[in-house]
């Protein structure tokens, strides 16, 4: 099978295109056909080892498995002895080890039915974007109906599928992002959008319950600054190791002694979230943004293009082209 590997770190270009064995699923695992994929921070900071703890667990000197890519949906080829929800045929969406190849392999727990309305490749641009959003908003900042919502990043993959989740909660929801995002950031849901060139949200007021920040570029003080008493900040974001590590040290501090508090999330999903997930999209109350798809040959072009920090939505990977995709 082809897929994408990676035999030392550095930038797009060690990423090649090779023959490989096919994975052979473990007892709990799914071995999924890959038909399409989508490409995420995640991916580059891999492919990188940036920050430097990605090599504690990645390997110091280079990379311990090459495979690369985990956004995934696809069909169900063969299922491990202990698996019980998944069968040869079913159609999935979810995280997969290597999904930058014709075939992967996922934990069961990993993976959720595909919504039959749905292409593969919408399906693929979920997971890992819209489950932070999810996670932050619900499970981290509480969302409730009627609530006062900023997403910082409001137009990229994490903040487009933020704005329509807490929309689909209730909340009055803000997005901030660039200008030339503005209408597509009230195409999705926004009641009011934000310049981020033209105004800062942490000095221009109103308050808000709740923000989250998928891009991480601003202290602890400014989140709290912008915040209403009893309001929460979730971070998802960060832009570098040394504000990241700040947010989550003087978070931790400051939420102590104050009614406003301000945190990292670090994503942990259980199958319950990737069953809420599915039926989010299923119903079309959460609609994947997708800006550029890219064949499998391309992947990268692709992480080249998403590390320029520009993209609208989410950019996919194409591993077995969709006849029902416009």
């Given at each position: 099978m082809k897929a994408i590997v990676f035999e030392r770190y550095g930038p797009p270009e060690v990423l090649q295109l090779k023959e490989v064995e096919r994975p052979i699923p473990k007892d709990n695992e799914v071995l999924v056909?890959?038909?399409?994929?989508?490409?995420?921070?995640?991916?580059?900071?891999?492919?990188?080892?940036?920050?430097?703890?990605?090599?504690?667990?990645?390997?110091?000197r280079k990379p311990k498995d090459p495979r690369l890519g985990a956004d995934v949906s696809g069909r169900v080829e063969a299922?491990?002895?202990?698996?019980?929800?998944?069968?040869?045929?079913?159609?999935?969406?979810g995280f997969a080890h290597g999904s930058f190849g014709e075939y992967a392999t996922a934990a069961e727990?990993?993976?959720?039915?595909?919504?039959?309305?749905?292409?593969?490749?919408?399906?693929?641009?979920?997971?890992?974007?819209?489950?932070?959003?999810?996670?932050?908003?619900?499970?981290?900042g509480h969302v409730q109906?009627?609530?006062?919502?900023?997403?910082?990043?409001?137009?990229?993959?994490?903040?487009?599928?933020?704005?329509?989740?807490?929309?689909?909660?209730?909340?009055?929801?803000?997005?901030?992002?660039?200008?030339?995002n503005l209408e597509l950031v009230r195409s999705?849901?926004?009641?009011?959008?934000?310049?981020?060139s033209r105004e800062d949200f942490t000095r221009s007021g109103p308050e808000y319950d709740l923000i989250l920040d998928a891009v991480g570029n601003h202290s602890v003080s400014q989140y709290k600054r912008a915040l209403r008493p009893g309001g929460t900040g979730v971070v998802v974001g960060f832009t570098s190791m040394l504000r990241l590590m700040r947010v989550i040290l003087r978070g931790k501090l400051t939420s102590k002694s104050a009614s406003k508090s301000v945190?990292?999330?670090?994503?942990?999903?259980?199958?319950?979230?990737?069953?809420?997930?599915?039926e989010l999209l299923?119903?079309?109350?959460?609609?994947?943004?997708?800006?550029?798809?890219?064949?499998?040959?391309?992947?990268?072009?692709?992480?080249?293009?998403?590390?320029?920090?520009?993209?609208r939505g989410k950019v996919v990977i194409t591993v077995r082209p969709d006849p029902t995709t416009g």
């Open positions: 056909e890959v038909h399409a994929a989508a490409v995420n921070p995640f991916d580059w900071h891999r492919m990188r080892a940036s920050p430097f703890l990605v090599r504690m667990g990645g390997g110091f299922v491990g002895r202990a698996v019980t929800r998944f069968k040869p045929g079913d159609e999935v969406f727990d990993d993976l959720a039915t595909k919504p039959a309305n749905l292409s593969f490749d919408v399906a693929a641009a979920a997971p890992m974007a819209a489950l932070t959003a999810l996670k932050g908003l619900h499970d981290q109906p009627g609530q006062k919502v900023l997403i910082n990043g409001a137009s990229g993959g994490v903040g487009s599928f933020a704005v329509q989740i807490a929309k689909s909660y209730g909340a009055e929801v803000t997005g901030v992002c660039s200008t030339r999705i849901g926004a009641d009011h959008v934000i310049d981020y945190r990292m999330m670090m994503m942990r999903p259980v199958p319950e979230d990737r069953a809420t997930l599915a299923g119903s079309g109350k959460v609609v994947p943004l997708i800006d550029r798809r890219y064949p499998l040959a391309q992947v990268p072009e692709a992480i080249r293009y998403l590390e320029q920090g520009h993209a």
